[in-house]
């Protein structure tokens, strides 16, 4: 099985996708962010788990609800060196580490988050394994992935647009067809895993966990006023958002 790519430590990628990030209005913040948020529980002493935490905002948000510790961990160095940077905290604890080895941590965890980290992943159902045997009896597994429509693209153009530029439908293909994704995002070579919708749920569910909520958020009216080219996420969720539960 191939080592998980580290594409964040490639300076034009890095670059690139700061400058999403920075933007006054993204995805993340009117989309994801808010939806995956509105499933945390009350934090109050809990001990938190973020796999691939990125710039570490989550850890400092856990760490404003109360939580007791929280374990951030990433596979990109640059990545890391923000989060020390910007969100460091003498709760937080930030690890250079892929995600595919967290089997070693000697912890438990109340809840284990990820935010849009977990389609970087080959091996889905070790890792959903290792979560489980990391989460304490009555803890929680929280966690946001590009949507399979979406992770289902490959290469090509992603929608067919009228004269006017409004996309008109998503040019969805392979949907079916499992496994990795090279795509360009800033660079070539990118690689994701798709997985099926009925792939994720049941390896989740195989894995000891009780789905307790899905959501694919859409956006508001407000949202579309911002960027109003999030008026075609009605024809097609950007993500997927899980709460679950262990068994
Ligand atoms: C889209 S960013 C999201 C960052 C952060 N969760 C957030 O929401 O701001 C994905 C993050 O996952 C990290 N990542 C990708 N593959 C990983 C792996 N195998 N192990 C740990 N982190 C990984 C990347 O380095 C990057 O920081």
Redesign the pocket.
Known sequence: MGK??????NEIFFEG?KGI?EQENNY?KLQ??PAIKSLLPDLKGKRVL?????????CSYFIEKGAEKVVG????K???EVAEKENSHENIEYLE?????IENLSEKFDLIY????LH??ENFKKLLMDINSLLREDGLFIY?QEHPLSTAHGNGRRWTRDENGVAVHYNLANYMKSGKRETMWFIDGVIKYHRTFSEIINTVNECGFQIEKILEPLPSEEDIKLIPKMVQDFHKPNFLVIKAGKK
């Open positions: 998980n790519q580290n594409v964040y430590d996708y990030r993340n994801e962010q973020d796999l691939g935490c990125g710039y570490g905002e989550s961990i990433d596979i990109s640059k990545m890391l580490k892929s995600m595919d080895n990820s935010s849009l980290a970087y992943i946001s």
